[in-house]
């Protein structure tokens, strides 16, 4: 049944609406045209003009906090599978799909609603699965059996993601003097023993549906927030919906078929310290096109401690966090409705 208006618990305070106009805010409510982020070719990091895209690597982890990777490798239809089965899981009765809610937030599969259902005082218009997806062979028994397919080509789609995510690694790490040829004498160690955290590291997929609305000017499809991680990769579909704050400002991100956005997570802020940022970002929704993206959330292994590396402190540039752990963070959120960067906050150093 259509849904002609947008009931009240989905209806978020004028300050906080998508075209706000609060002149006591204005970094969170004036919104600029389409942004074209930094675009990274994954192929030329593979050839003679590493040094170079290493350079546009770093700048766009600076001053964007995101970035478009082209060329990745992944096939077409590898995406589009994922897209395709994501479409038809959300398209289930709702009794199939609601098999897989859960309030724990460390279950190998959530289906939900809005961003923290248990916490969110207005909702998010977004329905979405989450899927623990490391160790694959150990959480995939638990995946959704319907699609009969879904199981197939989400895991191609993970393991696919992951490499992607591996090689990404190994360059934010390079651009950073800490791995490679421009590795750093205080690096702490071998490039084998500084990527084998990431490689046993947590991969969790975030498959969001967020529905056509009759007033999407009144909803949010998620509110601004950090990634909490050190990379994800985001696959859109064609329909724009995402922003990001870049320079005082909500900016669209223009959608590039079959290529992943790619942001800084607050874990890479911290490992970094500081040098490279987490950006707020959030949804909007529209009243003509449903939109799927699926997330791809990767960081260290989740009993890892978080801290910046010792190769990137000096005189000239102090410890600016604290440890953090996935603990800390489970429990901040578990505890209080997530804003902004809230936590990150709470992590830093007061220099």
């Not at 998508?18 to 006591?24: G, T």
């Not at 050190?230 to 669209?252: A, M």
């Amino acid at each position: 049944m259509a849904v002609n208006k947008v009931p009240r618990k989905y209806i978020w305070p004028d300050s906080d609406r998508p075209n706000a106009a609060d002149h006591k805010q204005p970094i969170l409510h004036v919104t600029m045209p389409n942004l074209n982020l930094p675009i990274i070719d994954f192929s030329q990091l593979l050839g003679p003009d590493r040094s170079q895209v290493l350079k546009s690597l770093s700048i766009a982890c600076e001053q964007f906090g995101f970035f478009q990777v082209v060329n990745h490798g992944i096939t077409n239809d590898v995406i589009n599978n994922m897209i395709d089965v994501s479409t038809r899981f959300f398209a289930l009765p709702f009794e199939e799909r609601s098999k897989y809610m859960s309030s724990d937030m460390t279950a190998p599969v959530r289906y939900g609603t809005s961003f923290n259902q248990n916490k969110d005082s207005v909702f998010c218009w977004r329905d979405f699965l989450k899927l623990m997806c490391h160790p694959l062979s150990e959480h995939l028994p638990h995946w959704p059996s319907s699609p009969t397919d879904w199981r197939t080509l989400a895991a191609s789609y993970a393991k696919e993601t992951k490499y992607l995510f591996m090689r990404l690694v190994e360059a934010i790490l390079e651009s950073l003097g800490v791995w490679g040829a421009t590795m750093n004498s205080g690096g702490g160690g071998d490039n084998d023993e500084i990527l084998k955290p990431f490689e046993d590291g947590s991969q969790l997929m975030v498959v969001n549906y967020y529905p056509a609305c009759p007033e999407p000017d009144l909803t949010l499809g998620m509110p601004p927030h950090s990634d909490y991680g050190f990379l994800t990769l985001l696959l859109q579909d064609e329909v724009q919906g995402l922003q990001i704050q870049h320079q005082d400002k909500w900016v669209t991100v223009q959608p590039i078929p079959n290529s992943f956005v790619v942001n800084v997570g607050d874990h890479l802020e911290i490992i970094s310290n500081g040098r490279y940022k987490s950006v707020l970002h959030r949804v909007l929704v529209n009243s003509v096109k449903s939109r799927i993206s699926v997330a791809s959330l990767h960081s260290l292994p989740l009993d890892s401690i978080i801290r910046p590396l010792q190769a990137l402190i000096d005189k000239a540039n102090p410890r600016r966090y604290k440890d953090t752990d996935f603990s800390s963070f489970l429990d901040y959120i578990s505890s209080c409705e997530p804003k902004r960067k809230n936590f990150l906050e709470s992590r830093k150093v007061m220099i």
